[in-house]
């Protein structure tokens, strides 16, 4: 059995918008391991996009507890959570959230730039192919292409986990099929913990554990003994 | 519902409306309270010159019969004729260390109409032969007089009590200046007393049925000039001193100045501020079309029309520019009237208010509604052109190319990301980049000029009084006198070490067809207590042949170093004869316009024997114990005072200290000023960094979000923002300088009078204080960004699409 890299104990989430008040999480319990691929199922509203923004620092539970090792992340302060997001954690996003003004290569440095121990830029532009468009703006790539810079601007920094919320939502089958190759790779060649939110069924199958959601809570958890490889993910 | 969806708008941007709202508030503020008020002091000026019958023309002569002076109304352009008798007398007050001086002006009861004549505020009429005498509200009131007191003067070397049985205000003296060198009034040791001929013939009984004043007014079409030659050859045998216009008249001067420039400044300062206030205006609402692209799509698919969007955005300017405006203005008339009454006390014309004008309220409120339309319809016009569909399509993403700047390899490798960041956003956004630069550029030199303003004054007053008059006391004759003969006598005063004549000697210096009447100093050619010094301030000797020029003058003459010029004066011996005099340098002078001669060359040309009109003196330690009233040196004062206090031949004995002291109380008068100026320029500067980083803030929440997301600290994304801002302020910056010394360099050539020259260097020490107030405001106005960025919401950010 894996080391638990997280360890969720009745986690709520309560926003309140004006007057009414949503209960995003209503008390979930879960652990993630280390160098595991997870993948997180749901219909919109089911609260994986909130889990997932607790489990990066983004945002805090109301109520629960949750350990990223020793550091409790319920109750980490701004400046704590800034460093567990800067040192631990890597995120993509379904928009990619690339900086329009700095090229594919300086969009990876400003990541490799507040790293403590940071992969080299060339080798991860190779890995998601892209050395020959280092110099190029994001509005000068393809969406399929920004993601592959917005992956390895993720992994750069050498985090211990990559978050990933819904990074094929904008792609095209392709361009999808390439971004999962590359982050299921980085999770078996360099060991990491990657957790990967979609309401795309199909790619659970490439995932060593599925979460399923469904209303704020976990509906259930299922072991994938054979993950297939990426590329034969098909949707 | 369109208003109510502006109104949520601004609320949600609050802190940049109210940045721009701050600017029209103050501008129009400005705007009203100064045209108000200079109208107000114009107007006043106007009545008060109307009803005082004020003259066209002045005439000082030696001594002239008055019933000759009935014969010159007769002159073809004179419409009447004033003699009078003005004489400077000291107020004997063994209490008061330091000279108060009176000027004495005989009042002909009988006349009606007189020419400048007096309004009387409180009192009563005077009666002859009674010693009665009305004295000027200012003095009156700085030393605290009451009516029907007993005042104590040395006239023609004997004490006389005179009665105050009134106060009143002359046009001629609203800006009492006892002599050139001051140049602020100081009514608590000089003032303006009236009495009747007949008393005054009783203080000076030489005087008696003789005048050696004159003023007249004009005939609406004569010419000052014609009159003036017509009255010079008339004038000559009485012993012509000077004629000069009005326009030369000490009070009417200083007053016609300060109205203009309180107008200038009403209108320079408020387009300042509005200016800057509209193109704030103009990129909030051309960012917020961008981003309420979607929403203009939305309306637009509705069915609503072209004009009814344009007009809705139009509404944001609308309600900024009537909000402030109104505010602004009510504060303006608020405010009009506290300045008009403050002007008017400082200027000493009696208060003819106008009752609020409506007028520049409206005229203001037109005037920032244009600037804001103007602005608001170029910022939001770009929702037009945006058909339906396409409105409600995400806009293509920013295009970025590299810039320039990264050709500059060393200097491209020595940014950080950030710093790269910074740099291609300022590229990409040129007119916002223009925006910051030049406001900041402005702000710093304003602050900058302002700071030397204060320096300028105080380098006007003590280059004079400490650097060039460097005399402990200097004492005045009332007649030029045997030079060696009074020299003789000083020299056995105990505590005198040393005692130097000066011969001041009214002359007219004409070069080609320009003509200027200055005091021409006779000064020693050792003199150690005048200094005239060059423009490195090393001291120059007068020249035993030739002049040397104030620049001012030398200007006003169009003449340098080597031109002749032609020199005449009432106190040259033959008549018409003109004296041929070469320049042979021009020196700064800032207080004063004057020329300079070797003593004995002024003697020679006056061909009188040795003359002097003023002694400077310098005590000795011994006099230089420190008397009464805490003034170094006034211990020597006092006794040289009680010596020549009943002297006929000592018009006043003034003590350098003393003048160097109310030089610095009434600097500190004028230090308020500078600071309004130097917050007005630390408010622009604030406003255009503040708004600025907030539109940075809405447009890139996303990149500074994502760059959290990153695991960045607040401070190191803030960097991004403040290294943008100050990359461009240490260019503004840099440019603010020299506009700086350009300013500084038209305020001097503006500001400068026959009375005082500024000097139109800026010092280092106000370049360094632009610098660092500006910086300071840049400073203030980030910190509240930061605070801003610490709070910026990841989730809400970063999960929406653009």
């Not at chain 2, 009176?102 to 009563?124: I, K």
């Not at chain 2, 360094?768 to 300071?776: H, R």
Request: with cysteine; aromatic share 10%; proline share 4%.
């Amino acid at each position: 059995m894996a080391n638990s890299l997280i360890v969720a104990k009745n986690v709520k989430k309560i926003y309140h918008m004006g007057e009414v008040t949503v209960h995003a999480l209503r008390g979930v319990n879960f652990s993630l391991d280390e160098k595991e691929l997870v993948v997180v199922l749901g219909p919109s509203g089911s609260g994986k996009s909130t889990l997932l923004n607790i489990i990066g620092g983004m945002d805090t539970p109301t109520e629960g507890e949750l350990y990223y090792g020793s550091l409790a992340l319920h109750s980490a302060n701004g400046r704590e959570l800034t460093q567990y997001r800067r040192n631990d954690v890597g995120f993509i996003f379904q928009f990619y959230n690339l900086m329009p003004n700095l090229t594919a290569y300086e969009n990876i440095n400003l990541s490799v730039q507040i790293a403590k121990d940071p992969l080299k830029i060339e080798d991860l532009l190779e890995q998601v192919g892209l050395s020959d468009r280092r110099d190029h703006f994001p509005s000068q790539l393809s969406g399929g292409e920004q993601q592959r810079v917005a992956i390895a601007r993720g992994l750069a920094k050498n985090p211990t986990m990559l978050l990933c919320d819904e990074p094929t939502g904008s792609l095209d089958l392709a361009s999808g099929v390439q971004v999962l190759k590359i982050l299921q790779a980085f999770c078996q060649n360099y060991e990491k913990t990657v957790v990967l939110i979609t309401h795309n069924t199909v790619i659970s199958q490439m995932a060593d554990r599925v979460i399923y959601m469904k209303d704020g809570m976990i509906d259930r958890v299922e072991r994938n003994d054979q993950p297939i490889p990426a590329e034969k993910v098909r949707w | 519902m369109l208003w109510r969806k502006m109104f949520r708008d601004i609320m949600s941007n609050k802190g940049s409306y109210l940045a721009c709202l701050v600017l029209v508030l103050i501008g129009l503020a400005v705007f009203t309270a100064f045209s108000i008020a200079s109208n107000n002091l114009s107007f006043s000026k106007e009545s008060f010159y109307r009803d005082q019958n004020f003259a066209h023309g002045f005439i000082e002569l030696e001594s002239m019969p008055r019933s000759d002076v009935e014969g010159l109304s007769g002159m073809d352009g004179i419409a009447r004729v004033t003699g009078r008798t003005v004489k400077e007398v000291r107020v004997h007050d063994p209490r008061r260390a330091e000279g108060v001086y009176l000027r004495l002006v005989s009042l002909d009861l009988e006349e009606a109409r007189r020419v400048n004549d007096v309004l009387l505020l409180q009192g009563e009429a005077l009666t002859s032969g009674e010693l009665q005498a009305w004295v000027d509200n200012q003095f009156f009131a700085a030393n605290r007089l009451r009516l029907n007191q007993g005042l104590d003067v040395i006239a023609g070397g004997r004490l006389h009590e005179l009665t105050l049985v009134g106060v009143g205000m002359s046009p001629e003296f609203t800006y009492a200046l006892r002599d050139f060198k001051e140049i602020y009034p100081d009514p608590e040791r000089f003032g303006i007393a009236f009495l009747p001929q007949e008393d005054m013939e009783r203080l000076f009984p030489e005087t008696r049925g003789r005048v050696n004043d004159l003023v007249f007014t004009l005939e609406p079409w004569a010419d000052f000039e014609r009159v003036k030659n017509r009255l010079e050859p008339e004038l000559e045998g009485y012993g012509l001193r000077t004629i000069y216009p009005r326009e030369d008249q000490v009070s009417h001067l200083v007053l016609t100045e300060e109205i203009t420039q309180i107008q200038n400044m009403s209108r320079a300062l408020p387009m300042l501020f509005l200016l800057v206030a509209g193109v704030i205006l103009y990129i909030m609402l051309k960012r917020l079309v961008e981003q309420q692209r979607g929403q203009i799509g939305i309306l637009k698919a509705f069915g609503y029309t072209d004009t009814e969007i344009t007009m809705h955005y139009l509404s944001y300017a609308l309600v900024v520019g009537t909000v402030g405006g109104l505010a602004g203005g009510i504060l303006g008339l608020w405010l009009a009237h506290s300045l008009t009454s403050l002007l008017l006390e400082f200027f000493n014309v009696p208060e003819v208010f106008e009752g609020i004008s409506l007028y520049y309220l409206l005229l203001g409120l037109l005037l920032s509604l244009a600037v804001f339309l103007f602005s608001g319809y170029h910022g939001s016009k770009q929702a037009l052109k945006l058909k339906p569909a396409e409105a409600m399509r995400p806009p293509a993403p920013p295009v970025m190319r590299k810039t320039l700047l990264e050709r500059v390899g060393f200097f491209w490798g020595m940014l950080t990301i950030q710093g790269m960041m910074a740099v291609r956003n300022l590229s990409r956004n040129r007119g916002r980049t223009f925006f910051i630069f030049l406001g900041i550029t402005i702000s710093s030199a304003v602050v900058a000029m302002t700071w030397s303003m204060n320096e300028m004054i105080d380098k006007l007053v003590f280059y004079q009084f400490e650097r060039v008059e460097t005399y402990d006391a200097k004492m005045l004759l009332n007649a030029p006198l045997d030079r060696n003969k009074v020299e003789s006598e000083l020299q056995h005063i105990p505590g005198i070490t040393r005692s130097e004549p000066l011969l001041e000697v009214p002359v007219s210096l004409s070069h080609r067809w320009r003509k200027e009447d200055v005091l021409l100093l006779g000064i020693h050619r050792e003199s150690r207590l005048y200094n005239i010094l060059d423009k490195n301030g090393s001291r120059v000797e007068p020249p035993e042949n030739g002049v040397i020029l104030s620049q001012r003058l030398a200007e006003k003459l169009d003449v340098s170093p080597g031109s002749t010029l032609e020199l005449d004066s009432p106190l040259l011996r033959f008549e018409n004869d003109v004296y041929p005099v070469q320049v042979v340098q021009t020196i700064p002078q800032y207080l004063g316009m004057n020329a300079y001669m070797e003593i004995s060359e002024v003697e020679e040309i006056l061909a009188q024997g040795d003359l002097a009109t003023s002694f400077m003196l310098a005590f000795s330690q011994a006099g230089d114990g420190v008397g009464t009233n805490g003034i170094k040196g006034s211990g020597g004062l006092t006794d040289l005072r009680d010596r020549f206090r009943e002297s006929d031949m000592v018009a006043g004995i003034d003590s350098g200290e003393e003048r160097v002291k109310q030089a610095r109380e009434l600097m500190e008068t004028f230090g308020s000023m500078i600071y309004i100026y130097v917050f007005i320029g630390v408010i622009i500067c604030f406003a255009i960094i503040y708004s600025s980083s907030f539109i940075v803030l809405s447009e890139r929440s996303r990149e500074l979000a994502s760059m959290m997301v990153l695991g960045m600290t607040p401070r190191e994304v803030f960097s991004v923002i403040s290294f943008e801002q100050w990359f461009v302020s240490i260019f503004a910056l840099a440019a603010g300088m020299p506009l700086a010394q350009l300013m500084q360099w038209g305020l001097a050539r503006e500001m400068s009078t026959d009375l005082y020259s500024l000097p139109a260097e800026v010092s280092g020490e106000s370049l360094f204080m632009g610098l660092l107030i500006t910086s300071l405001s840049i400073w203030l106005a980030q910190r509240f960004v930061f605070s801003r960025i610490e709070k910026l919401s990841l989730i809400e950010v970063l999960k929406t699409r653009e």
